[in-house]
């Protein structure tokens, strides 16, 4: 029986281990799983609730929640929470950085090496019986040998990429919003000049509307026929037509794909190159990793009712984190 005096949460979205967050938390607060639209159609029974946990929330969606105080985002990128909104309305947003960057960082080396290495075609070759029948699978025109990389956005988990390139050998340079102390890496404020100067472009920038579209033809060109891109971050920043037609011709010559434009809905043709090697957004899809951003959404929400501070408010709402009085 769930304890009367607990505070209840709302959790919507695809929180992957809501059950778990329900046990770990239980003695803390009770789990309301919902959805935006139940919240919308039953205003009574979310009337009182002051903590959300989920996957985005629109200015509407918002608004289905009059005593709404804390919005936790389960993971790091947030454009899809209006944050302007909320803050207008007083409510502390949180994100889940740190948590995430070493598995996504992971994941976008076995991007590279997959697209590069074509290490998921030789698979299916060998598991085909081609080896035996055929002979060995033909030598891969790509290496990561001699390689140069360019990351476009150097946050945390840019800058884990970064240390994983630089174990494997390859130089690191980057495009960020701003030259970073604590790295020696060379700075390029124009994403097209990064092009120019690699021949790998890693992109792990925030999507939003700053970032919309900035992994254009003109960039991808840039990288030359050698070239590899590999996006890790939001598929928003990429111009899925423009690397449709480069990897097409062979403008560059492969491309390592987590994240689309309108996942889950995904761009038919980019399922018939066999130069590009996609996978479904899994990131930060282990168990554990989805378990520490549950964690830290939770403990923001706990932090909040308990002591009224919010652990990791993200920057447009830093100014709410501590709940006036406490
Ligand atoms: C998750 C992510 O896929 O943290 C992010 O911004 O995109 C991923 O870690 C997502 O948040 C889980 O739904």
Known sequence: MPDKSLERVAVTGKIVDARWLERKFS????????????????????????????????????????????????????????????????????????????????????????????????EAYMRAGKWRNEGDYPLTPGTLRGRKAGIFGLGRIGKAVATRLTAFGIPVSYCGRSRQADVNYPHFERLVDLAHSVDTLIAAAPGGDATRHAVNAEVLTALGPNGVFVNIGRGTVLDESALIAALSTGAIMAAGLDVYDREPDINPKLFSLTNACLLPHVGSASVATRRAMADLAASNVVSWIEEGKALTPVAETAHLAVRSGS
């Open 27 to 122: 003695n803390k607060f009770e789990v309301f799983e919902m959805n935006h639209s139940e919240a919308a159609s039953c205003p009574e029974s979310v009337a009182s609730l002051r903590a959300l946990i989920g996957n985005g929330a629109s200015a509407a969606e918002i608004d289905n929640y009059p005593s709404l105080e804390i919005i936790a985002q389960f993971g790091v990128g947030y454009e899809n929470v209006d944050v302007a909104y909320a803050a207008e309305r007083g409510i502390v947003v949180t994100n889940t950085p740190g948590v995430l960057s070493d598995e996504t960082a992971d994941t976008a080396m076995a991007l590279l090496l997959n697209a590069v290495r074509e290490y998921p075609r030789a």
